[in-house]
């Protein structure tokens, strides 16, 4: 059984840093890309970053570029997401999301329960 | 705004049949793979409908997708209370801007 869970949320203040991570298993975890998404408060989804199978190649949204950093240690069958310069906009629950298939372009078959990050002084 | 266009909310009676659409552009919908996935209050999205028709196994066949150039509808018949949810259309875009777009989500109400 696919099982992806998430951990690190906390509340943060605007400007500090902060690192999720997703520990994965029931599949081969470094068969496949990554990813983050998240989920502010009562709206919609958003994409965060992606991961290649082997951390060779990294993408992200407009809205985070510069400040995350996403990265992998297949070894341990793990996901990570490092926060930095954090703004009250990153509120938001973090999922981590599993392609459904292998091919670069495939979307998400299994979430993670979601880590929340609040970013308030 | 969500770079997928989905209407906030529909709805629907028990035993309907109720459609919810998803407009993209060619650079999204228009040249790859759309996704549906329904989230039920307080948990995380559940994949119902892969690459524009594909139903995963355990998706029930009252749900089905379909995809026409930049636009894609999921339809779902013989409406059940359950069903009440948020939808979410997504796809891969090729534009570099955003490697995954999705749509910002349509309420369902069951009346």
């Known amino acids: 059984e696919v099982q992806l869970v998430e951990s690190g949320g906390v509340v943060v203040q605007p400007g500090g840093s902060l690192r999720l991570s997703c520990a994965a298993s029931g599949f081969t975890f470094d068969d496949y890309t990554m990813h983050w998404v998240r989920q502010a408060p009562g709206k919609g989804l958003e994409w965060v970053s992606l991961i290649s199978w082997d951390g060779g190649s990294t993408y992200y949204a407009d809205s985070v570029k510069g400040r995350f950093t996403i990265s992998r240690d297949n070894s341990k069958n793990s996901l990570y997401l490092q926060m930095n310069s954090l703004r009250t906009e990153d509120t938001a629950l973090y999922y981590c999301?599993?392609?459904?298939?292998?091919?670069?372009?495939?979307?998400?078959?299994?979430w993670g329960q979601g880590t929340l990050v609040t970013v308030s002084s | 705004q969500s770079v997928l266009t989905q209407p906030p909310s529909a709805s629907g009676t028990p035993g309907q049949r109720v459609t919810i659409s998803c407009s993209g552009s060619s650079s999204n919908i228009g040249s790859n793979y759309v996704y549906w996935y329904q989230q039920l209050p307080g948990t995380a999205p559940k994949l119902l409908i892969y690459r524009n028709n594909q139903r995963p196994s355990g998706v029930p066949d009252r749900f089905s997708g379909s995809k026409s150039g930049t636009s894609a509808s999921l339809a779902i018949s013989g409406l059940r209370s359950e069903d009440e949810a948020d939808y979410y259309c997504a796809a891969w875009d090729d534009s570099l801007s955003a490697y995954v777009v999705f749509g910002g989500g349509t309420k369902l109400t069951v009346l």
């Open positions: 999301a599993k392609p459904a298939m292998t091919t670069v372009n495939s979307l998400f078959d299994y």
